[in-house]
């Protein structure tokens, strides 16, 4: 199986930036599709953005079009989430998660066999 660790996490204001990673570590990274998903208090876990495992096909979600960037590296086994003009309501703990075959960028997270343990991002007003 693959771990997943996400880093990157914090305090911002709104308008600002956050770029938060995914670092994986066990099976090989490339096969897997990568996705971020999040959650904050009270409400179900949503999905973010994916990208496929040859990093050439993305997903995302309507709420963070144009303002977040899905990209990874197989070589350095990383995956990051760049997010510009965060909102309050971007607020959340942000989670990655690998999916196999990953040919596709899945916006299902029952498609997800791995989870990290979460970051969190906090965007005030």
């Known amino acids: 199986q693959v771990q997943l660790v996400e880093s990157g996490g914090g305090l911002v204001q709104a308008g600002g930036s956050l770029r938060l990673s995914c670092a994986a570590s066990g099976r090989t990274f490339s096969p897997y599709g990568i996705g971020w998903f999040r959650q904050a208090p009270g409400k179900e876990r949503e999905f973010v953005a994916a990208?496929?495992?040859?990093?050439?096909?993305?997903n995302y979600a309507d709420s963070v079009k144009g303002r977040f960037t899905i990209s990874r590296d197989n070589a350095k086994n990383t995956a990051s989430l760049q997010m510009i003009s965060l909102k309050p309501e971007d607020t959340a703990v942000y989670y990655c998660?690998?999916?196999?075959?990953?040919?596709?960028?899945?916006?299902?997270?029952?498609?997800?066999?791995?989870w990290g343990q979460g970051t969190q991002v906090t965007v005030s007003s």
């Open positions: 998660a690998a999916a196999t075959p990953g040919l596709l960028p899945l916006m299902n997270r029952d498609q997800y066999a791995y």
């Open positions: 990208i496929g495992w040859s990093g050439s096909r993305t």
